[in-house]
């Protein structure tokens, strides 16, 4: 009777102790996953915030971009309503195999779009008169055909007289820093003012081992007019390193 009762004492001790510290060691992960799980659903909650906010940002930016391309498409539909054939002004000019050719394996900026001088009074005190249809196409075949011929060149070693196989594209592809557009401007090489065509003999003799070619050269000429023509549409400025 004495031994059961102590023994039953201890058993309830025991599982008291027992069952309080399960009870302690319950409670405390159970707060800390409290804390962790608030923890992470404010920053799941934030994290979709910036999300949704995101969302918002692009929906705005395409609704902006649709616009804009809607204007654009619209302009060009009234340029093409105004001045017919606009955007064929380029085919028209490489009619000609070896011009398209040309045109396809060397990019060279369009050349610059004339058609509005068809519109209206031009016809006024002009001193040549009307300008019709035929006169644009002959202006863009003639020019196109001169700057496709100087792009031929400057991509042909042997047109060039090169003695070592090397044409100008191999350090300026596609006509690449030439910068006919900062013409007349000293040349230190040279040690004077320079112009274009200067620098273009410095090239051929040097690093072609070419003859230099006189100012009228017809290659000479074709290669100016490609040199400038890539440069379209940067502003002229003269004496600039
Ligand atoms: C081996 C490389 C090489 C080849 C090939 C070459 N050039 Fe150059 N070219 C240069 C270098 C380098 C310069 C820069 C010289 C300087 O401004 O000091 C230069 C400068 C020029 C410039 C002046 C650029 C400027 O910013 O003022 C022109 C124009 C030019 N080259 C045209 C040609 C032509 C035309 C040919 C072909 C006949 C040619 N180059 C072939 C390397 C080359």
Redesign the pocket.
């Known amino acids: 009777m004495k031994y059961s009762s102590f023994i039953l004492a201890g058993i309830v001790i025991f599982s008291t102790v027992l069952a309080g510290s399960a009870q302690w060691r319950n409670m405390v992960p159970r707060r800390g996953n409290v804390q962790q799980t608030a923890v992470r659903t404010v920053e799941n909650v934030q994290e979709k915030a910036a999300a949704v906010k995101q969302d918002v940002k692009s929906v705005a930016a395409s609704v902006t971009k649709t616009a804009e391309t809607k204007n654009k498409v619209k302009a060009a539909e009234e340029t093409e309503t105004e001045f017919p054939g606009t955007n064929d002004q380029w085919k028209d000019s490489l009619s000609v195999d070896w011009i398209a050719k040309e045109a396809e394996s060397h990019k060279v900026p369009p050349h610059f779009n004339n058609r509005s001088v068809l519109r209206g009074d031009q016809h006024d005190g002009h001193a040549y008169g009307r300008y019709t249809e035929a006169d644009l196409r002959l202006w863009e075949s003639e020019t196109v055909r001169l700057v496709m011929e100087g792009s031929r060149i400057?991509h042909d070693a042997e047109l060039?007289g090169?003695t070592n196989g090397?044409?100008?594209?191999?350090?300026?592809p596609d006509g690449a820093?030439?910068?006919?557009e900062?013409?007349p401007?000293y040349?230190?090489?040279l040690g004077r003012a320079?112009l274009?065509r200067d620098?273009?003999n410095?090239?051929?003799q040097?690093?072609?081992r070419?003859e230099p070619m006189s100012g009228d050269d017809p290659r000479m000429r074709a290669?100016e007019a490609y040199?400038n023509a890539t440069s379209s549409g940067k502003p002229m400025k003269y004496g600039k390193?």
């Open positions: 400057f060039l090169s090397v044409s100008c594209d191999m350090c300026h820093n030439t910068h006919p900062t013409y401007k040349q230190v090489q320079a274009l620098m273009m410095w090239c051929l040097n690093p072609c070419a290669m040199l390193h």
